[in-house]
């Protein structure tokens, strides 16, 4: 028998770190456009009337099909059949084809009475025709980058099978996080130039959605020639899956404690985003661009420590008491913004440190799934999470958007109407993501104990010596 062992592509640290740039790039953009309303969401609401209930709406839309039509779990059986490159590029796509729907939905020709505005008003008068049509694009376009998570998640795991995995999840998060620092920086700005407008922004970081199609197709190339190199290795470990295989992930209790951790933990992280730059402005009397400056030191703390702590859990492991530590840190945060009268320093504390929670949590999450997940399975095993976790995201914004709705009883009416000095208080939502933070506390103990007992190595390193 041969013995030479033949170098593959992903063993060239140049090669295996210029695909995840290149794949990284895709969530950059995605991830801009994600938060691109989230700075302007006071504008939305003076120039488009999308009240807070109208915008949790908005902003929830886009779990709405990943969620009710099981979207996502399509998602990972395309992805565990169809393989990386076909569903990267389909997920691309589909953002794309989403944002321009959204796009259209808010733009001047719609709500001055273009194509379709009169049969949007006709019907459910409480949500304006621009948020149904915004609904029904961005729900398409979560489609898309709930799929392209998923797929990005997969494709890491295979180029960085054996090295450093936890490295590589950290920094793609980080180069995310990144898209989520410059749109807080940008979307206001952009909606600011003279005549303000929202439409601005959305137009702006849409087309950019474009490049991301272009640089995942550019890794499609690199993914080939490593599938080459491996022979059919690949193909067979993916034929291998089976639909039954989701009741193993279903049935499995160490991975629906994950999942429940992931849900709890990452709903008091991105809806708090869509409402954080009010909650600022209200809280500190701030323009919604200083809110939005400040908010932004979230972001660039994720972005720092995330493949930091990615790569020490790499060689040093930890990863159960990392998403413990993580749960702490952002129920700590959130009840300083609902308990402790705020000024600005405390806000800058509360909002880094919540960066820090939000490094502990994904840098420890999203590497230890493989090693609860057999591989032949793994897409479905991340799309799984990513459904159970966008239920929350679909509904926590709604949640949210209604609690700060009937806590502030007639002023989103006085602000419409431009009354000057009306504030929202932001305590009882504050106290709703606060709770998220204990419960998922408890999950965090609960699933280090089971990790004691049954050794499934979550607080092990992943590099093997
Ligand atoms: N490839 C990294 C794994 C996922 C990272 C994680 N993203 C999610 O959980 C998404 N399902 C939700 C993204 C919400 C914005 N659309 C993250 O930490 O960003």
């Not at 109208?54 to 996502?72: A, I, K, P």
Request: include cysteine; proline fraction near 4%.
């Amino acid at each position: 028998m041969t013995q030479t062992m033949q170098r593959k592509l992903n063993d060239s640290v140049v090669a295996r770190w210029g695909a995840l740039i290149l794949i990284a790039l895709m969530m950059f953009f995605a991830y801009m456009f994600v938060d691109v309303i989230s700075p302007i969401s006071s504008l939305l609401e003076t120039q488009r009337g999308w009240s807070p209930d109208v915008y949790g709406t908005v902003v929830g839309s886009e779990y709405f099909l990943n969620v009710f039509v099981l979207f996502l779990i399509f998602a990972g059986i395309i992805l565990d059949k169809m393989g990386v490159r076909f569903t990267g590029l389909l997920s691309a796509g589909l953002m794309i084809i989403g944002a321009g729907i959204k796009l259209y939905g808010i733009s001047d020709y719609f709500v001055g009475g273009g194509f379709g505005w009169e049969f949007f008003n006709s019907f459910w008068p409480s949500m304006p025709g621009s948020a149904k049509v915004a609904c029904i694009g961005f729900a398409i376009f979560g489609c898309g980058a709930e799929m392209a998570g998923v797929t990005v998640s997969r494709a890491i795991a295979r180029w960085f099978d054996g090295k450093e995995m936890a490295l590589a999840m950290g920094v793609e998060m980080a180069i995310a996080r990144l898209g989520v620092t410059a749109v807080f920086f940008l979307s206001p700005r952009l909606a600011a130039i003279a005549p303000e407008s929202v439409v601005r922004p959305v137009a702006v970081v849409g087309a950019l959605l474009c490049i991301g199609f272009l640089t995942f197709l550019v890794f499609t190339f690199m993914d080939r020639k490593l599938d080459r190199q491996m022979g059919n290795i690949e193909e067979i470990e993916e034929d291998k899956f089976k639909v039954k295989d989701l009741g193993n992930l279903f049935g499995s209790k160490t991975f629906m404690i994950v999942a429940f951790l992931c849900v709890l933990y990452y709903s008091a992280i991105f809806p708090f985003q869509k409402f954080a730059v009010p909650m600022l402005q209200n809280t500190l009397a701030i323009s919604s661009q200083e809110a939005s400056d400040l908010f932004a030191w979230f972001p660039i703390g994720a972005m720092i420590l995330t493949p930091l702590l990615g790569a020490f859990l790499d060689f040093r492991g930890k990863g159960a008491t990392m998403l413990i530590l993580g749960a702490i840190l952002m129920c700590a945060c959130h009840l300083t913004f609902a308990l402790v009268p705020l000024t600005k320093p405390i806000a800058y504390i509360a909002i880094i440190l919540l960066g820090v929670s939000f490094s502990l949590v994904p840098a420890a999450l999203w590497p230890s799934v493989p090693k609860l997940v057999d591989g032949r399975y793994l897409g479905s095993g991340y799309s799984v999470i990513f459904w159970i976790q966008n239920l929350g995201l679909w509904a926590f914004p709604l949640i949210i958007g209604k609690t700060l709705q009937a806590t502030n009883p007639g002023v989103s009416e006085q602000i419409q109407a431009g009354v000057e000095g009306v504030t929202y208080n932001y305590t009882v939502p504050m106290l709703v993501f606060a709770s998220l933070g204990v419960l998922a506390f408890f999950l965090g103990i609960w699933l280090k104990r089971l990790d004691t007992k049954n050794h499934y190595g979550l607080e092990l390193p992943n590099v093997k010596k």
